[in-house]
């Protein structure tokens, strides 16, 4: 059973930092892209970050690029999101997602809140 | 940058009826297009991909369509599970994924 699961979220003061993570099981991970999205308090998805299997490929959307880094180590089957000079409007529930070949992002984490806030 | 829009925005219906719910992409995405379903405190749900193709496990009455740009997710009879929310998701490149505005299915 493939099972993501997701940490690190937590209340930061903006301009802070904090470093997201997922877990993944239950599927052969160093074979697989992965992905961030974050969905902010009654809004719609967003797309955040995509990284390839050995993470040499890495891809942002426009509004993290500079602020946000994805990596992901296989030996421990684990993905992160290292999120810097954090603003209110980064406030949200982030999930990682696994990205199949046919399907996109098929399987997903339960979340991890990161509220911004002084 | 790939932008997709979906209407409606929201959409009151009962129990039994046959909803629709379209989504359109920037430009064309051939396929390359997700349906997923998410209902309050969830993660979302994938329901079909590449268009038209169901994710195991998920009811027969989802029907996906389209191609290009513009795509639709029909709900032949709607169950009252089928509450929730909808969203469309373009991955035709792995440069960037876009996602729709959603769409917020109610009961009447």
């Known amino acids: 059973e493939v099972q993501l699961v997701e940490s690190g979220g937590g209340l930061v003061q903006p301009g802070e930092s904090l470093r997201l993570s997922c877990v993944a099981s239950g599927f052969t991970f160093s074979r697989s892209w992965m992905s961030w999205v974050r969905q902010a308090p009654g809004k719609g998805l967003e797309w955040l970050s995509n990284?390839?299997?050995?993470?040499?490929?890495?891809y942002y959307v426009d509004s993290v690029k500079g602020r946000f880094t994805i990596s992901r180590d296989n030996a421990d089957n684990s993905l992160y999101l290292q999120m810097n000079s954090l603003g209110d409007e980064d406030t949200a529930v982030y999930y990682c997602a696994r990205v199949s070949p046919a399907a996109g992002p098929d399987y997903w984490g339960q979340g991890t809140l990161v509220i911004v806030s002084s | 940058d790939i932008q997709m829009t979906q209407s409606p925005p929201t959409l009151s219906a009962s129990v039994g009826d046959r909803v629709v719910i379209t989504c359109r992409a920037s430009?064309?995405?051939?396929?390359?297009l997700a349906w997923y379903q998410q209902k309050p405190g969830k993660a979302p749900k994938l329901l079909i991909y590449?268009?038209?193709t169901l994710q195991g496990g998920v009811p027969s009455r989802f029907i996906g369509s389209g191609s290009g740009t513009e795509f639709t997710l029909t709900i032949s009879s709607l169950q009252p599970d089928d509450f929730a929310s909808y969203y469309c998701?373009?991955?035709?490149?792995?440069?960037?994924?876009?996602f729709g505005p959603g769409t917020q299915v109610d009961i009447k």
């Open positions: 998701q373009q991955y035709s490149t792995w440069r960037e994924f876009t």
């Open positions: 990284i390839n299997e050995d993470g040499s490929e890495k």
């Open positions: 590449k268009a038209s």
């Open positions: 430009q064309s995405i051939n396929n390359w």
